[in-house]
C-alpha cells in the first residue's frame, strides 16, 4: 500500500475486512487458547502477512486487537494502548 493509500485510511472507521484487505493481511484462527494472548500480526519470510487471532473471544475483543495491531506494525495513527495491554513487536 502507497503512502497516499495509507492517509485515506482511518484505523478506527474502516470496516475490518477492508482494512486486512488494503493491507493485503491474511486473517487465520489461532490455537491459542490463554487468556493474555489478543492476536499475533506476522510477516512471512516471503513478505506477506498474516493475523493470527484466538477463536472465541468477544467480536469487540477480536476487532480491538486487530486495529491495535495493524496500528502499530504499520504505522497508522491510534490512541495510545490502554495500560492494561501491551502491543510488543519482535
Known sequence: MSVAQESRINL??????QL?????VELVESSI???GFFGAL???RDGS??????VGRP????DTAARMLLGEVFGLSLSP???????AVL
Open 59 to 62: 467480536k469487540l475483543e477480536r
Open 42 to 44: 506476522v510477516e512471512r
Open 81 to 87: 494502548v490502554p495500560d492494561r495491554l501491551e502491543v
Open 33 to 35: 487458547s490463554d487468556r
Open 20 to 24: 486486512l484487505a488494503a493491507f493485503d
Open 12 to 17: 478506527l472507521d474502516t470496516p475490518l475486512p
Open 49 to 54: 502477512w498474516v493475523l493470527s487471532m484466538p
